[in-house]
């Protein structure tokens, strides 16, 4: 059964925006709702989206809705919470959560849909804001096979690289997989280019030919660029990553699991929230390691 | 001078909570107690506690309540929601009383409950404590107090009975920061007590002889005396449970994550610590860090 053109969408931030222009752009009805009324003031009137009061009057218009905001106590509340998507979506619903947060929360959020007869997907996704824009996303979903295959063509306009991974919550498992890799990638090469510049080694052609090796990686070829450009424009904000490895590391701590890289790089993004670079790239990791080292930003620029 | 004898009630009689109330009784006051299990109650009833029938009940019979409970979401219970109903202390406590809890809890969860308790004109305490099982027999525990300063002053010749260093850190959440301060620098030096153990004996190098030789020197500490000592004769059994110290460890690397402070070792030391509890060593003593390394 194909899903209607209505389709919702919650959460319309540096990601969830380009995601519902993609959406509107092949001609679906796109029903919003923000938290923040200046973030819907954009849309007022605008051909393609309708703006409602509520969560629950999206949930009441759609078909389908989308939510992608920042944490586990905003999905808990704009999913189940007063006004919430669950007091407005009649049985035959389905949610779609790109948010990334605990993969207890997708369970506990799951749980209590089905309850209604709405369905859930928990489908998080790497790619930063160019891959929102570009509907170049990777999308990891959990959930069951056939709701999947419903929203499937859907997420075929938001994303490229589109998996089914496994149950309610292993959509989750595959992000905290991906920020810990990324997480731990990002201060690896930071400290890479500090150490080649502290040693007086061009660190442009350091990236270069290291690129051709073993250590060769996107982060290195993405982030690697960033840094020498010095460009710490979000992007990914230091204190979202700091967010997703929290979520990493209490689940760790509850199931007993070592995780001492992540742990450690963990600290580090405290570091740059803590000296009041939470708001920029996590690019400007590099700058973290460059007052450590001593070295005087205003003479690298 | 002896002290006026006050009506004080208190709640978690576990290890270190029964012979705290010993020494309130033996201090001449009149002191009530509660449980979720009556039975644990035994001990404090038959050293001359009233047991009472809720956190509320008991709260009704006292002027100060003191609580030691292992959660924080457990001290949220029994201050703010009871066990059942509407039986919670802060249904009881009278204006003007206090509440002070010993419990090792994050320092937002201790400022959230003095919070809700100063609306109703009760104060608050957080009043974590050092020292084990061990300080709370002998009377020697550390407590390091947050609130404010006059009711610190109200208080403290009842802490008097129960510990020997008694510190007012500042306002409310100042002595659970502390506590994570305390616990931090110890459970880093547990480990670095049995990395060198480690080190002694993957050199095949007596580790008994390496303390006694380093005991004196600027490595010396009261950790490395107890812990090094535990580890030498491969005496695991608790001690402190090392589950709890794993406890400590999600509230004090939340707050670091929530301040934006980096704590390298610490995370390096709480990973340690998930892995001495996948080995199911959690109600073993935290030396089996020692263990951890053996793997």
Redesign the interface.
Known sequence: MNIGSNIGFIGLGLMGAPMARNLAKVGHNLHIWARRPQALAQYTGLAGYTVHASAAEVAAASDIVFTMVADSPDVHQVILGEGGVAQGGRSGLIVVDMSTVAPATAREVATALFERGIDFLDAPVSGGESGAINAQLTIMVGGEEAVFARVKPLFDLLGKSVTLIGGVGAGQVAKACNQIITGVGVPAVAEAINFAHKAGVDAQRMREVLLGGFAASRILEMHGKRMLDRNFTPGFKAWMH?KDL?IV??A??AQ?????TA??A???Y??????GM?EIDTTGMLKLFERMSGIDEEAVQ | MKAESMKIGFIGLGVMGNPMVQHLIKGGHEVSVWARREASAADAVANGATFRASPAELARHSDIVFTIITTGDDVEQVVLNGTSGENGLIHGLARGTVHVDMSTIAPTMARKIAGHLAIRGIDFLDAPVSGGGMGAQNGTLAIMAGGKPEVFARIKPLFELMGKTIVHVGPTGAGQITKACNQMVMVAAIQAVAEAAHLAAANKVDFARVMSAMQAGSAGSRVLDFFGDKMARRDFAAGIEARLH?KD??LI??E??R??????IS??V???L??L??SGWGKEDTSNLLRVLEK
Do not use: E, F, I, K
């Not at chain 1, 405290?270 to 000296?275: C, D, L, P």
């Not at chain 2, 301040?259 to 390298?264: I, K, R």
């Open positions: 700091q929290r590391l209490d760790a701590h007993h699991l070592q995780l001492p742990a450690a963990l600290q580090l405290n570091g740059m929230v803590g000296s939470g | 794993h460890y999600a690397m939340d670091a994550a301040a934006g402070a980096p704590l390298p995370a390096q709480w990973q340690q998930n892995a509890m996948a």
